[in-house]
């Protein structure tokens, strides 16, 4: 159906989607969300297409019921280790609108954006995002939209993230043998800061912590744009698993202890109650103290979060984090990661949850639909039917997604 837009988060533990159109008064809400179980992928990386193709075309009805629409494109998020970002810059002559005013075009700012991204990638690897962070006209820095401008030399500073060709393939395949077609391909860490970060955060410098099942997404920003991405092969089942070999106990019941009794920072605990729990097949329950629960929590978080401020310190020592810390993903749910996070960081750690208003609120105002809804709104922002609804960006150009549609056609 024209209009109707969705987002695919493909997670290591789970499958979620989310849909939203304009509705008759021109404004953008969301009308559904679907999930599943995921059991095919490990540590963000697609390891069975079938079962994961099951797991998406589940999702998706869900979310086709829930929505009354028929779901046939998706805008398809991508994750896991193999997510790498470099920084680089371009420079480009003026030619300008006419030759005698030197006034910046949108035409100087392709071509500065396309000498920045002239990098070595590998065959492997291709690029899915580049993100102008800012233009420098002649001597004038941090400009974040020089069109119109006058100059003679424009200079573009870009993010750029980039994917293995391995695993998009995998993504392609899934989707696709589930019965849909891609509209588009993200990187999801960037799709859930597009969700749950407001400006000031952004221009002020923040570090986006989205934890989800099998990995932990970090993305700092700094003057309104990502300078940095990192994938760590770590999340929450790691702690499930921690729970699980500790006190010898099921995954399944180590889950549940973890989402119902969990806590990653002792203060917390006011009484520390037993916690009984179903023993493994052919043992009986026990009770184990909570706070020896907690005690495993605490040391897998803490490590995740140890391993993130090793992988940004330089530009922590900068001190241009006055956006904080925001954390977002389903791991971000568990109790006490706020002031574990500002316990480690040292600045204050806030809980990101979308901030789109309008439609089913309850259903996707939440850490873990972070990703998919910020897929939905990228989607929104390149898609030229809802174009005059939609925020565009003040770096130039506004499109979120740049080199998918030559990705599908030279590779899938």
Known sequence: MSGVIAGLDIGTSKIRVVVGECNDNGT????????????????????????TCNSVK?????????????????????????????????????????????????????????????VPIPMYRKMIHVLPRGYIVDEQTKVKNPTNMIGVRLECEVHIITASVDDMQKVV????????????????????????L?????????????????????????????????????????????????????????????????CCWLPLIEKDEPVIISG????????????????????????I?????????PYLKTGDF???IVLTGGGALLSGTLELAGEIFGVPARLGVPVLKGGLVSEY??????????LVLMGLENNTENAPVSKKTESGGGKFFNFFNKIIKDFF
Do not use: W
């Open 28 to 51: 953008f809400e969301i009308i559904g969300v679907g999930s599943c179980l995921s059991t095919g992928l490990q540590k963000g990386i697609i390891r069975n297409i079938d079962v």
């Open 58 to 118: 589940a999702a998706v009805e869900s979310a086709e019921i829930m929505s009354g629409r028929d779901i046939e494109t998706l805008f398809v998020g991508i994750g896991g280790p193999n997510i790498e970002s470099v920084n680089s810059k371009g420079v480009a002559a003026v030619t300008g609108k006419n030759r005698s005013d030197r006034e910046i075009s949108e035409g100087d700012i392709a071509r500065a954006v396309e000498q920045a991204t002239a």
């Open 173 to 196: 395949h899934s989707v696709r043998r589930a019965g849909y077609e891609l509209s588009d391909i993200g990187y999801n860490g960037y799709a859930a800061g597009v969700a749950v």
């Open 198 to 262: 407001n400006e000031d955060e952004k221009d002020l410098g923040c570090v986006l912590i989205d934890i989800g099942g099998g990995t932990t997404d970090v993305l700092v920003y700094k003057d309104g744009q990502p300078v940095y991405t990192s994938v760590l092969p770590y999340g929450g089942i790691q702690v499930t698993n921690d729970i699980s070999a500790v006190h010898h106990i099921s995954s399944e019941m180590a889950d549940r202890v973890k989402l119902e009794c969990g």
């Open 280 to 303: 493994v097949t052919g043992m009986g329950p026990k009770e184990i103290p909570r706070s020896k629960i907690c005690e495993v929590i605490y040391a897998r978080m803490a490590e």
């Open 305 to 313: 979060f140890s391993l993130v401020k090793d992988k940004i310190s």
């Open 322 to 324: 006055g956006g904080g």
């Open 365 to 374: 105002q939440k850490p873990d639909y972070a990703a998919a809804l910020g």
